[in-house]
């Protein structure tokens, strides 16, 4: 088999441009080079021979078209077979008006960033807006629906309960079981030195009273839930099924967001009851195992030590983290636009909003609690 | 059709899911150079013999031989190579969609011809005006196009390593008529122009009509009838009386026959 290639004959006149071999991808480099290097040589009248030409590809065939061009083309053709002939004359319609866009000019990396920076801030204000927006929706339809009890829908309130809340419940048990051991053990470890072992009870109770349960659950939460609202109500969006909703003349919000919220308000502060009942029971376990303070001990200890004001403050935080969870987890799906990456992006997105918010609000929410000496 | 040399050759094809079985016994060959339309009721298991003949789907028994070799005894790199023979049209396009259009059609040409990025995009823009997508779309993603630009740049994707076979999974569904027809001569144009062989799977009678060759009809788990269209159209099965007989049928039909005299 020859290589292919192309040769500018100069002996004959006009000049001749021999095309010959197969002019297939599997060339492509080597012929580019050749026929970059000939447009810069040939002259306007240089006659172009196509008879020793062998297979033909749509990547010969625009290799040709551009070193020919059309007048040459249609010239010297005709020796070829039917099939060549029509495969170059369409790369060649098509090449013609079809040249590859310039791509913009590198930008300064500084400006780049600044711009970015720019961006990102004006994407969080717009979407701290929008989460209000939202929030203040979902107020406005649960307390239109309040007054309404006959529109009330319990089915898909069980339903998602059933998913965030008692689907939950082993995980959740399991993983503040485990952390209120951690609490005792690194208590025991500690109040060692200073002979007072017998306050790891007091440690456990209070950090899982007041914070590690519904903090740890809302944690939870807002990976498990948020994230799963929306992708269901993301590929719902995906699939135009929001678009169907509304064109049925239901509220989507009605339809999709107040079950999940309600659902949420009422299976995480159940959760959070599991939480603390859990981490103490994870704590009494190891007091029991490693400080020889038995359950009997740890439960009067308890009772005599620990004002029910600490329940009180935990379970409060547990409402607020539910209707927030659940408020970024729908909108997030309702931000979603057309492709499955899309729900992807957003799904991530709301888990991070989610946790980001719930501990700020933790946070506020010691400060305030101290403040008030509750 | 005994002289011609088949390019696909399915044998005993019998596809199962659990205890609903999709094909029993089905026999199809591909000859090389014509388009074959494979027209079949909805689950009647077209796209389901496309998956198993494209290698994506093993059959629970049968053989099918591709340019004489049974894909399912090759090695892995043997059969990559029968694989990059072959070009093929999901029916929504399955684009990248991470990358834009012009990015989808360089892919193949990188990994596997082994150009360079520049060149590689450069012919991706000529695969893509071949398949008559504006220039405006090249540097946009999938999520942004039309579902005809989806189209056009799968085909263009699909045409990247000017395969042998072309396998369309429904190419002109969701077309307007204008860009369906013109679908259909840029298919005939690619096939005469690169001598491709067109396995094509279709519900537009309009297609049927105009482009194909041979017409392959799945009914009752296997291929009914094969043949030329005025042969089939013939057949005395109820399903393809309905078929080519009916309404939309006869209309494509007269269409066809218009189309005929006026050139």
Redesign the interface.
Known sequence: MTLPSATLDTSSQPACLRITGDW???H??SL?RDSERLRAQYAADTVADLSQLGRL???GA?LLAELLGAERLSLCTDELP???R??LR??YC??Q?????VKEPERNVLLLLLERIGCAVGALWQDSLQLLGFVGVILETLLRRALQPHRWRWTPVVAHIEQTGLDAAPIVALLTFLVGAVVAFLGATVLADFGATVFTVDLVAFSFLREFAVLLTAILMAGRTASAFTAQIGSMKANEEIDAIRTLGLNPMELLVVPRVLALLISLPLLTFVAMICGIVGGAVVCALSLDISPAMFLSLLQSDIGVQHFLVGLAKAPFFAFLIAAIGCLEGFKV??????VGAHTTSAVVQSIFVVIVLDAVAALFFMEMSW | MSGQESVIEARGICNRFGRQSVHENLDLDLYRGEILAVVGGSGSGKSVLLRSIIGLRRPNEGQIKVFGQDLASLREEQRSRVERRFGVLFQKGALF??LTVTENVALP?IEH????RA?A???A??????A?LP?SA??KY??SLSGGMIKRAALARA?A??PDILFLDEPTAGLDPIGAAAFDQLIL??R????LSVFLITHDLDTLYTITDRIAVLSQKRVLVAGPLAEVAQASDTWIQDYFHGPRGRAAEHAAVRAGQER
Not at chain 2, 113 to 116: D, E, F, I, Y
């Open positions: 297939t991808l599997a492509y480099a580019k590809d749509t990547a625009s039917e099939a060549s029509a495969l369409n790369v098509s090449v008006d079809y040249c590859i866009p636009s057309g492709s499955a990456e899309s | 969609s991470s040409l011809a082994g150009l360079s060149d995009e450069h012919l823009g000529v695969k893509l005006a071949l008559g220039i090249a540097d999938p999520a045409l390593l000017d144009t690619l005469d122009a690169l001598g």
